[in-house]
């Protein structure tokens, strides 16, 4: 007899061919009820009897517990050729049984293949690597055509829309581009100011922050910045729009959402990404110019001096050019995943996070290229 | 026509009415995603001034096909031909052309969020007319006042209530006086009043503005009380298993899957006991 707190199960063979199970007491969820299944293995090994009836006279509460105990043994017994015999039970147990190992439905046969090996899944995610690649391509066309379309004068925005994603995309950001850039401007000024001192070249300085940040770091760092910012804005607002189908009933009113969701986005970033891209370079100076003064007690005026002979015209327009594209770059993958959510909550997630390494990704790798281009071009 | 045995793509149970002016037709479509067959050989008529409803059980396909139908998604074979013209191989201008006479009601009314329900009927009659802001604002005024929804003219889709985003929704679809309006599953997630009163008023507007109707919908009650044709989809065979107005289908079509799905089941439940 094994015996719990208080279920209690008893089991005896009346005759050779016959086991008996006595059940008594509560059946209810809880962790240290006896294990119906091991003894009645250990009573009657495999084979050894023909029928199995279960006595329930003693049983006074029970509750799915018991029921998908029951129904382990009765299909372990049907997979036997055991008879089993559940009549004394009470009626909405065996109710609840029968429903429980009536035929459920096939599971559908799954579209994709479970579980691959190492290789497999490398050669997946290389493929969707280089797929990403194509879709960007691929949105960006249907970007210009869309602005084709808007320089002929027949594009479907409204003016409302873009001087909202302005405002919420270009002066919005300002406290944070402000902060990073100082933060980096002060940075590279520390770095620089430690190795120039051993040569006495302090004064150098200001023509490595000057062109540090113009060049790269304010461009990147506030590209990188509205990445994380707008990238996952846009691809929450369109991947919710995706959701509730808004972005097929544009579709069906004939309203292409190319025009009327991405451009206004793509004019209003390529128009706020280089002005924040100025403020940045400027802030990141000043954050320089502070660290010189402090540090290297560099008078602002001549950090100032310094730094007109060390940046031309053509540094600053380099480094805007720049910003302008990285615009396009966070437009273009919060839209595209926005646009290619699957219509689920958890999609939407997935469309923001994947928008904002879609974007840092783009960004860097197409700074690497900017750097390459301006470099041979001696610029 | 049946012969004795039936090719593989002419449905079990085939009631569809033999007249009447196709308003679209649709040949040997098979819907697929990737390498997943969704359905094939889809072979049916939408005459004009039907109220045709799209059925089958969950996954089966329906709301797949109206998107077929809308031509968003294309065939992987067949066609969809829209007053005989192929809606997936017409160029841009030729589909806009096509879509502005088509009004959709989505599933969840579908409203874009960012705009109140003025702007949201006003934007299809901006785009498509050139009328006035005034005539704009008295069109947009008439029709939130056939769905019920005068006075909500300044409210966001997020301020009322899911029946009313839906009555919006079909006053949206309703903006350019379409000759089709297809609805996505006009009654779910609606209470048994709101329901009704949704399928009495898509029987008014077939009766006054002649609107040919497509519904998706497995609401047995709604499909009774308004469907005139029907397709049923079936989700085992992957294919269509009945044709024709849906009460006929009900009391006379054999076929056991399309008869315990207008039945509720209830016979087969009886035949297994």
């Not at chain 1, 459920?104 to 293949?113: I, K, L, T, V, W």
């Not at chain 1, 840092?360 to 690497?368: L, N, S």
Request: hydrophobic letters at 50%; glycine letters at 10%; aromatic letters at 6%.
């Amino acid at each position: 007899m094994v015996t719990a707190a208080d279920a209690q199960l008893e089991i005896s063979r009346p005759t050779p061919e016959t086991l008996l199970i006595r059940l008594a007491g509560p059946w209810v969820l809880r962790r240290d009820l006896p294990d119906l299944i091991d003894a009645v293995e250990r009573h009657a090994p495999r084979g050894a009897v023909r029928r199995i009836a279960v006595d329930a006279t003693r049983l006074e509460t029970w509750d799915s517990m018991l029921i998908a105990e029951l129904r382990r043994l009765k299909t372990m017994c049907a997979a036997g050729g055991v008879e089993i015999d559940f009549a004394a039970l009470p009626d909405g147990a065996r109710r609840l049984i029968d429903l429980a190992t009536a035929t459920s439905e096939r599971p559908p046969q799954r579209r994709s293949q479970g579980r691959h090996g190492f290789r497999v899944a490398v050669g997946v995610e290389v493929i969707r690597a280089v797929r990403s690649v194509g879709d960007m391509v691929g949105f960006l066309g249907e970007t210009i055509q869309a602005l084709v379309a808007a320089v002929r004068g027949h594009a479907r925005f409204r003016w409302v829309d873009l001087l909202q994603v302005m405002q919420e995309h270009g002066p919005a950001a300002l406290p944070i581009v402000g902060l990073v850039n100082f933060l980096v401007g002060m940075i590279i000024a520390f770095i620089g100011a430690i190795q120039l001192e051993r040569f006495a070249a302090e004064i150098y300085v200001a023509n490595l922050v000057g062109v540090g940040v113009v060049r790269e770091m304010g461009p990147m760092m506030t590209a990188i910045i509205l990445a994380g910012r707008t990238s996952a804005a846009f691809a929450a607002q369109l991947g919710t729009m995706q959701v509730n189908e808004e972005i097929s009933a544009f579709r069906t009113m004939g309203i292409p959402p190319m025009q009327f969701l991405v451009l206004p986005r793509v004019i209003a970033l390529v128009l706020m990404v280089p002005l924040l891209t100025v403020y940045a370079d400027v802030i990141g100076i000043f954050g320089g110019a502070v660290v010189s003064l402090v540090k290297l007690h560099l008078s602002l005026t001549l950090f100032y001096q310094q730094l007109v002979g060390a940046l031309s015209m053509i540094d600053w327009i380099g480094g805007l050019i720049k910003a302008a594209v990285f615009g396009v770059i966070i437009v273009l993958s919060g839209c595209l995943r926005g646009m290619q959510a699957s219509r689920s909550a958890s999609a939407v997630g997935y469309a923001a996070t994947s928008a904002v390494v879609t974007g840092i990704v783009f960004i860097i790798a197409t700074d690497a290229v900017f750097t390459i281009i301006y470099i041979v071009l001696g610029i | 026509m049946q012969s004795a045995a039936p090719p593989n793509d002419s449905p079990i149970c085939d009631f569809a009415p033999r007249d009447g002016e196709a308003h679209i037709q649709v040949r040997g479509l098979t819907m697929a995603y990737g390498n997943f067959v969704l359905q094939r050989d889809l072979n049916f008529t939408i005459n004009r001034g039907d109220i045709f409803v799209i059925m089958g059980g969950s996954g089966s396909g329906k709301s797949t096909l109206l998107n077929h139908l809308l031509g968003l998604n294309p065939p992987a074979k067949g066609q969809v031909l829209f007053e005989g013209h192929s809606l997936w191989d017409a160029t841009p201008e030729e589909r806009d052309l096509i879509l502005r006479r088509v009004g959709v009601l989505y599933q969840s009314g579908a409203l874009w969020s960012s705009m109140t329900l003025e702007e949201n009927i006003a934007l299809p009659l901006g785009e498509y007319t050139n009328l006035s802001e005034r005539q704009i604002r008295e069109l947009v005024g008439f029709k939130l006042a056939l769905v019920g929804l005068s006075g909500f003219e300044d409210y966001f889709p997020s301020q009322i209530s899911g029946g009313m985003r839906k009555r919006a929704g079909l006053a949206r679809a309703m903006a350019l006086d379409p000759e089709i309006l297809f609805f996505d599953e006009p009654s779910a997630g609606l209470d048994p009043i709101t329901a009704k009163r949704l399928d009495d008023l898509i029987l008014d507007l077939r009766a006054t503005l002649g609107a040919t109707v497509v519904v998706v919908t497995h609401e047995l009650d709604s499909i009774f009380a308004i469907g005139t044709n029907s397709v049923f989809l079936d989700i085992e065979r992957r294919t269509q298993t009945a044709l024709g107005d849906p009460k006929r289908l009900r009391d006379e079509c054999p076929d056991p899957t399309v008869h315990s799905f207008l039945t509720r089941g209830r016979e087969t439940i009886e035949a297994a006991q």
